[in-house]
């Protein structure tokens, strides 16, 4: 049944967010299921997830404009992450033994949960982002607090319905739209023991700091403006889909997209052919509509934003090889390639969250890496190159938490995901995703 966010979003009281954090308390402190329960509950949820993937779609369409073949897409995303930390889990969890001194005297390092985890997570990827932090955390015996993007509230409520019916318990999952200043009272409450973030560098300082002061463990996922390397013995077949895939997917407003693409300058002119040819033919309409190819943006505030940075960018010398722009009339945003951006150009330090992408051309390896490099950010980027060693050199000199060659950036449940620099810190999914909100104990044995 569709939710409507405007109804799910009442005001929390601040009796309701204690209850909440009550509730995670008992639960943590009582333990009331076992691992294999959770397990059990975890792949009961993944199933959920895969059969109800058409109504979570339509209302990710309904709450944020996401194209509804993208949310199905995210939909059998989360179930994969699901059923990653259900089935791998508890090895990650084991006790690993240790040995010490001139006659390897016997140690254990075990792992115990820290306690509730608040996860602040935000609208363009309303599932998978809380997944990622519930999975590990509810599998290891964290309870986590959700505080949803308000626009995503309904997102949130079918989640949180769902978690339901897979049979978490009350206290190890909750989600309330809560407000900045419980947000705020909520990382200083000792039974909230660990926060992960998902959002902008400013909110990931704001929170952080808070969590600092109350020496609490914070993971930041901050965004990025990653590059995507077009080398100049790449097979242009395969790489201008995938770049173009890459900063079109989800109307162009995801933390790791392709959103600077650096080119070899003996093949830019085929590039910057193939991108106009890919770009101009987008369909911009009805998410729901399976015409549409390309969504609108979730809101009036996010195309204003953009078409202020790209006027900025042109103030500021660039020129737009595909001009694109805002759509009157509602929230799309045609695409948009922008070049000739000299390193004083504030686009260069900007993250553009939609389908705005900047072309620089370079002539060396060496200037391919320095302009990758100039960023701010790092979280991930790509490379294309029919020589794989020359690929992985530089993928080795990105500075990025994760770097793709031949193919475009994602978010796989087997690999570490984050990043570097103003994309923040620590790493969801894999096994380091799980150990993050984990004291790891060591156990020193009789000799």
Request: glycine share 8%; with cysteine.
């Amino acid at each position: 049944m569709l939710q409507d966010s405007e109804t799910v979003t009442t005001q929390v009281t601040d009796e309701q967010l204690d209850a909440a954090l009550a509730a995670g308390a008992t639960y943590f402190a009582t333990q009331p299921t076992t691992q294999y329960d959770r397990c059990e509950h975890l792949l009961a949820l993944a199933q959920l997830f895969d059969d109800q993937a058409a109504e979570l779609a339509t209302q990710a369409a309904h709450d944020m404009h996401k194209l509804f073949a993208e949310g199905q897409q995210e939909a059998h995303a989360a179930a994969a992450i699901l059923r990653y930390y259900a089935n791998h889990g508890p090895a990650f969890l084991t006790p690993k033994p240790y040995v010490y001194g001139p006659h390897d005297a016997p140690a254990q390092l075990e792992y115990a949960p820290l306690g509730i985890v608040l996860a602040v997570e935000p609208w363009n990827f309303p599932y998978t982002q809380v997944i990622r932090v519930l999975a590990p955390n509810y599998l290891a015996g964290n309870p986590v607090l959700l505080k949803p993007a308000r626009q995503v509230a309904g997102c949130a409520a079918a989640l949180e319905d769902l978690a339901q019916a897979a049979g978490i318990p009350a206290g190890a999952f909750v989600s309330l739209p809560l407000t900045h200043d419980q947000v705020a009272q909520a990382i200083a409450d000792d039974r909230v023991q660990g926060v992960a973030v998902t959002g902008s560098p400013a909110v990931g300082r704001h929170l952080a700091s808070l969590a600092g002061q109350a020496l609490k463990k914070c993971t930041l996922e901050l965004g990025g403006s990653d590059a995507c390397v077009i080398l100049d013995d790449a097979d242009l077949a395969t790489a201008i889909p995938a770049m173009a895939a890459s900063r079109l997917r989800n109307a162009g407003q995801t933390c790791t997209s392709a959103k600077r693409f650096i080119v070899h300058r003996d093949v830019a002119d085929q590039v910057i052919g193939g991108l106009k040819t890919i770009f101009e033919a987008q369909l911009i309409g009805d998410p729901l509509d399976p015409a549409t190819t390309l969504a609108p943006l979730a809101s009036v505030a996010g195309q204003t934003h953009l078409s202020e940075q790209v006027n900025r960018a042109l103030e500021h010398g660039a020129t737009a090889l595909i001009p694109g722009g805002a759509v009157p009339g509602g929230t799309g945003f045609r695409p948009t390639l922008l070049t000739d951006l000299a390193p004083t150009n504030p686009a260069t330090q900007e993250e553009f969250f939609g389908p705005v992408a900047q072309l620089y051309v370079v002539d060396s390896d060496d200037q391919a890496v320095a302009v990758a490099n100039q960023t701010p950010f790092g979280l991930a980027g790509s490379i294309f190159s029919g020589d794989h060693q020359r690929a992985q050199r530089l993928a080795s000199r990105l500075a990025t938490g994760q770097v793709f060659i031949n193919q475009g950036s994602s978010g796989i449940p087997e690999l570490p995901f984050g990043g570097i620099k103003q994309s923040g810190y620590g790493r969801e999914m894999s096994d380091l995703g799980i150990l993050e909100f984990m004291n790891a104990k060591i156990v020193v044995l009789p000799a």
